[in-house]
């Protein structure tokens, strides 16, 4: 595919962030964006179509997310590459998307310094990964991983803006998915409705977030009563009796 005009086909079902990823795409005269698609079904459709020969794909979309949307391009256009572009940075979901044949999964928050090499990289067959996934295991078959030098209790803040209530959930429930798997207490500060969504989302995956209250690894308040400081006091006190970081979410 050298020396000539690649096709991409941009998947987000936020407007704004399409725009991005395309305007940033177009700064390579070599690459041309052919088409956008807000939800899975549109993807699908739209890459058989049109048979791009990249497909920049998010994880959390509406009527079919991103890992069917994957399946199902590949095997109704199998010489389209994919590059999986999200915010999720669960391990499981990652190594499924690579598992399947991503050529690389770049986490957002890295979009304006990785998007580039990263598409370069799985245009000339090579994998590449975000270098916010530092640190988490991948599948043995990965050629590239870039992986800055580690630091041992780094503490970071994130910001991820969300485009609707299901994206908020969706997003809340991974932090909070991912912070317990690896050990951490949860302190999720939301309304009422984002936290029994919360509830609802994470026992489908069958996490049981009572057990984890019982036993003072997750606690969630009302953003109303954030005023009631007591409660954050006694979730980070319980946590440091046990050896344990906080998450707040």
Do not use: C
């Not at 009527?63 to 199902?72: D, K, S």
């Not at 990289?121 to 530092?134: D, E, K, Y």
């Amino acid at each position: 595919m050298e020396n000539s005009t690649l096709r991409i086909l941009v998947v987000d079902d936020f407007e704004l962030w399409r725009r991005f990823a395309a305007e940033m795409l177009q700064e390579n005269p070599e690459l041309h964006v052919v088409s956008e698609a807000s939800d899975g079904l549109e993807a699908v459709q739209k890459t058989q179509q049109l048979q791009p020969d990249l497909v920049l794909l998010d994880i959390g979309l509406p009527t079919l997310g991103g890992i069917q949307v994957a399946r199902q391009i590949l095997e109704s256009a199998p010489k389209t590459k994919i590059l999986f572009l999200s915010e999720q940075r669960d391990s499981d979901i990652v190594e499924e998307a690579i598992r399947l044949g991503g050529g690389a999964y770049v986490v957002k928050v890295d979009a304006a310094a990785e998007l580039l090499p990263a598409v370069k990289a799985v245009l000339q067959g090579t994998r590449f990964f975000s270098t916010s996934l530092a640190g988490s295991s991948f599948p043995h078959h990965a050629s590239e991983f870039i992986e800055p030098p580690r630091r041992e209790n780094v503490r970071h803040h994130d910001v991820r803006f969300y485009s609707d209530n299901a994206g908020m959930v969706e997003g809340f429930a991974q932090f909070t998915k991912s912070a317990l798997r690896i050990g951490n207490a949860v302190l999720v500060i939301a309304t009422e409705s984002l936290r029994n969504g919360i509830l609802q989302r994470l026992a489908k995956d069958g996490v049981d977030l009572h057990a984890a209250a019982e036993r003072e690894r997750y606690l969630s308040m009302d953003v109303f009563d954030l005023a009631s400081s007591s409660r954050i006091r006694e979730a980070v006190s319980a946590a440091a009796r046990e050896g344990l970081h906080v998450a707040v979410g």
